[in-house]
């Protein structure tokens, strides 16, 4: 079984910013580069900076992105919601949240996947049962008009494995999962290959990354504690059906980088 593989948007570019992860704002190069470099998608950045310019945020810009993305033969397989690192589904940020989540659905109908990644990460993590409430009565709201378009969300969560299964099961919804990060998971010291297997087809996407456990700084891959060879065997064994993205390290030779652990998880699969 082959596992597709594609890349999160801005890996491919110079850095804007001094930032790691950044929406670039000449973004159509990528989609060549991407496909020169034998990645088969990329996974679209929603940022909380300047998200009013977006593409993805009007439907002029998402005409132009399935454009571009059609020429270069290289579909956007999903939408990673960075703009939820900074804005929460709770407490005053919920309502405009809410309006974005309604947005994304739309935009995703663009993508090959139909795939949105919420991150409740770091800052943004629920610290209590009445939050984690909070954030479900609120998506609970967008879930008619999900299913009805056939869109999946996929949460990225700090949350072990029972925590997080509790959270999905409130949702009771096949359109809600699990968005899994090797890397972070591997650093919070979870046992990564046994929650691919306990998840199974409740996972609809996968990033890859590397760390050391304790550690949120990421390294190239295969140099940290992540354990791929079985995290890679777990996916097949599951079958899972969705694309690997690499959302792994990024130095100076970023385009260099990209290659070589493109490579790396190529000979792993």
């Not at 939820?84 to 407490?91: A, L, P, S, V």
């Not at 949240?97 to 139909?114: H, P, Q, Y």
């Not at 046992?191 to 949120?216: E, L, M, N, Q, Y």
């Amino acid at each position: 079984m082959t596992l597709p593989i594609g890349i999160l948007q801005g890996r491919l570019s110079p850095s804007e910013d001094g930032r790691f992860q950044f929406s670039p704002r000449e973004w159509e190069a990528e989609f060549m580069i991407a496909r020169e470099l034998g990645f088969t998608s990329l996974e679209w950045l929603f940022d909380f900076t300047c998200f009013t310019e977006n593409a993805m945020f009007t439907v002029s810009g998402r005409e132009a992105i399935g454009i571009v993305a059609q020429k270069a033969g290289v579909p956007v397989s999903s939408i990673c919601a960075d703009y939820y690192m900074k804005y929460r589904f709770t407490g005053a940020d919920a309502k405009r949240s809410v309006e974005i989540l309604r947005m994304l659905i739309d935009s995703a109908e663009t993508t090959s996947e139909k795939l949105i990644l919420i991150p409740l990460l770091e800052g943004n993590a629920p610290k209590s049962g009445a939050e984690k409430e909070e954030i479900v009565s609120h998506i609970r709201n967008v879930l008619p008009t999900l299913m009805a378009r056939n869109v999946r969300i996929g949460f990225e969560t700090e949350m072990p494995r029972a925590e997080l299964s509790a959270f999905l099961d409130s949702f009771s919804s096949d359109a809600v999962g699990v968005y899994y990060d090797i890397g972070n998971a591997t650093s919070y010291g979870f046992d990564v290959p046994g929650d691919i297997r306990f998840f199974g087809k409740r996972i609809f996407g996968v990033h890859a990354k590397d760390r050391k456990k304790g550690s949120a700084q990421s390294v190239l891959l295969g140099t940290g504690d992540a354990p791929y060879k079985e995290t890679l065997r777990a996916l097949q064994e599951i079958h899972f059906g969705g694309t690997i993205i690499m959302q792994a390290w990024r130095g100076e030779e970023y385009l260099s980088d990209a290659k070589k652990q493109l490579s790396l998880l190529t000979a792993l699969i």
